[in-house]
């Protein structure tokens, strides 16, 4: 059995994501890396931002 | 969300219109191998294949067809997105029918959304295949 922390799960999730959503979504090598970077930069970003909203929500 | 692909003019497709979506549809990344895109291919197959026996080993759930729960349907419609590794974890009566513990949640939801991705590529593949994308 694979049971990963709940950030690991999050960057797990966010690379596999982000690479189907670069090759997908753009046409050339470049532009689908730096589409793939900004979309597992946002993954992770919004993810950070929002468990910190709700930990100040908790307080 | 916009997609800032670039739209070539139309070309006369060989053979049978529809063989990179279902290709692409029953093995991830397969759809591009056909259409000559080697490395795209191989990308996908790692991701969508990485996501779902991810899942898999996360003791996610399998969703049926017929359970007569609207959010089970569902389920089941993302999970049947992953073709060939959906209907081989349901021969081998893979993933587990209730969610106990938190990451098996995170596997079952792995386990759609590596379906949808597949969904996705699928849907580029064809793009590539007639031409509408370079």
Redesign the interface.
């Given at each position: 059995m694979f049971a990963p922390t709940h950030f690991t799960a999050v960057l797990l999730f966010a690379t596999f994501a982000s690479v189907v959503f670069g090759i997908t979504q753009r046409s050339t090598p470049k532009a689908m890396a730096k589409y793939g970077i900004y979309c597992w930069v946002m993954f992770v970003g919004v993810v950070i931002v929002a468990s910190w909203a709700m930990w100040l929500i908790r307080r | 969300?916009a997609?800032?692909?670039?739209v070539p003019a139309k070309t006369e497709t060989q053979g049978f219109v529809y063989s990179a979506l279902i290709v692409g549809w029953l093995v991830p990344g397969a759809g591009?191998v056909m259409t000559g895109r080697w490395m795209?291919g191989l990308?996908?197959f790692?991701?969508?294949t990485?996501?779902f026996w991810?899942g898999i080993?996360?003791?996610g759930k399998l969703y049926l067809p017929n359970t007569g729960d609207v959010l089970d349907m569902l389920g089941f419609a993302g999970d049947v997105g992953n073709g060939l590794f959906y209907a081989l974890g349901r021969i081998l009566d893979l993933g587990h029918g209730a969610v106990q513990?938190?990451?098996a949640d995170?596997g079952t939801?792995?386990i759609v959304?590596?379906g949808l991705?597949n969904f996705?590529?699928a849907?580029?593949a064809h793009n590539l295949r007639i031409g509408r994308?370079?």
């Open positions: - | 969300m997609s800032k692909v670039q591009h795209r990308l996908l790692a991701s969508i990485a996501m991810l080993a996360m003791q513990i938190a990451t995170y939801k792995f959304v590596a991705l996705i590529s849907v580029d994308k370079i």
